[in-house]
């Protein structure tokens, strides 16, 4: 059975760090693109990185002005998420995603979600 | 950066009725688009790709359709349990923007 599972997650201080980890099973976690995508309180969806499937291609959305770095280790079959200078905006849940590809070699969608993790950013 | 803009942003219908959601993209976007379902307290289940193919296992009754800047997601006949808010992806090219959302209520 396909499986990603989040973790990582807790409360940290603004200003504070945190690493999210994604574990992936049931699956060849390195023919795929990954990609993390967030949620607060009562919103909406907000895509956040994605990553290639060897790691060399890397995208983030514009919102997080260069705070967060996406990376993946296909040997442990995980996927990473290092957050920095954290704010209280960044309180969400976190998901990993799995990215197929088509047969052209485009992505098209997130076909695997985790569960998700929860951060909140407080004093 | 391309804007995803879903319209209505709620909608209450009845059980049977047919439902169609709008998603809006700013610039072409050829055929890239993905819809998802989140049941409330769930995670996102992704529905269609390519703007109209539906992912395996999906009901018959979810179809999309569109392709340049206008998109639908067409419910045929309501269940109950299709209540959930339903969001667009855009997938030309990076940021993979969503649009807000639309959620989608048995009155």
């Known amino acids: 059975q396909e499986q990603l599972v989040e973790s990582g997650g807790g409360l940290v201080k603004p200003g504070g760090s945190l690493r999210l980890s994604c574990a992936a099973s049931?699956?060849?976690?390195?023919?795929?693109?990954m990609s993390w995508t967030r949620q607060a309180p009562g919103k909406g969806l907000e895509w956040i990185s994605y990553?290639?499937?060897?790691?060399?291609?890397?995208y983030y959305a514009d919102s997080l002005q260069g705070r967060f770095t996406i990376s993946r280790d296909n040997t442990k079959n995980s996927l990473y998420l290092q957050m920095h200078s954290l704010r209280v905006e960044d309180t969400a849940v976190y998901y990993c995603?799995?990215?197929?590809?088509?047969?052209?070699?485009?992505?098209?969608?997130?076909?695997?979600w985790g569960q998700g993790t929860t951060v909140s950013v407080s004093s | 950066d391309i804007q995803m803009t879903q319209s209505p942003s709620s909608l209450s219908a009845s059980v049977g009725d047919r439902v169609t959601i709008t998603c809006r993209a700013s610039?072409?976007?050829?055929?890239?688009l993905a819809w998802y379902q989140q049941k409330p307290g769930k995670v996102p289940n992704f529905l269609i790709y390519?703007?109209?193919t539906l992912q395996s296992g999906v009901p018959s009754r979810f179809s999309g359709s569109g392709s340049g800047t206008d998109f639908t997601l067409t419910i045929s006949s309501l269940q109950p349990e299709d209540v959930a808010t339903y969001y667009c992806?855009?997938?030309?090219?990076?940021?993979?923007?969503f649009g807000q959302g639309t959620k989608v209520e048995i009155k």
């Open positions: 995603a799995r990215v197929p590809l088509n047969y052209g070699g485009y992505y098209y969608g997130m076909d695997v």
């Open positions: 049931g699956f060849t976690f390195s023919d795929y693109y």
């Open positions: 990553i290639s499937s060897g790691g060399s291609t890397i």
């Open positions: 610039q072409d976007i050829s055929n890239s």
């Open positions: 390519a703007a109209s």
């Open positions: 992806q855009k997938f030309d090219s990076a940021p993979w923007t």
